[in-house]
């Protein structure tokens, strides 16, 4: 049903650089799947914010961490995987479920040990949720690494989703 497709299992308040990793683990999270745009960079940038650096190399020491774009720039993408030691997937076509599964296939875990962050709810949890994930809504980052003030687009999605009727908290 389209309502609990839309319905993330965490709902932050906060960006990437403060999602508290341990309470990850402690669901027996065992890898991430990481949205890009917004959720790691943000809009229109490619320099990390010192933050989500600091959050990425301590989780990359804890799990195995996939980066899934539907940019499709290979060069601005793959210069920020490249700089975080990291796999990535570009013009992942999300919600579709097509690259996802590849990237699944890769971690070679069960789904519901893979968690999927990002900011949006139409893209990244609703291909989150489609294929089984724990998916994790974060606040679109800005270039300090604190939540973005022009999330329009969030607030837009998350207020759909309750008028579509998502229990969204």
């Known amino acids: 049903m389209l309502r609990e497709l839309l319905r993330p299992d965490w709902l932050l308040e906060t960006t990437l650089a403060e999602l508290p990793l341990e309470t990850l683990l402690d669901r ?58 990291l796999p990535f997937t570009t013009s992942a076509g999300k919600p579709r479920r097509t690259a996802l599964r590849r990237v699944l296939k890769q971690l070679g875990l069960p789904h519901g040990q893979v968690a999927l962050v990002g900011d949006r709810v139409f893209t990244d949890v609703i291909a989150g949720n489609r294929l089984g994930l724990f998916t994790v809504l974060v606040r679109p980052i800005d270039p300090s690494g604190l939540p973005c003030r022009q999330d329009r687009l969030q607030r837009l999605e998350l207020h759909l989703a309750r008028w579509i009727g998502s229990p969204l908290g």
């Open 28 to 85: 027996k999270i065992r890898a991430l799947v990481l949205d890009v745009d917004r959720t790691l960079l943000p809009r229109r940038q490619s320099v990390l914010p010192e933050a989500a650096r600091r959050w990425l190399d301590h989780a990359k020491t804890r799990l195995p961490i996939h980066l899934l774009s539907n940019n499709p720039s290979r060069q601005r993408i793959g210069a920020v995987a490249r700089e975080l030691d």
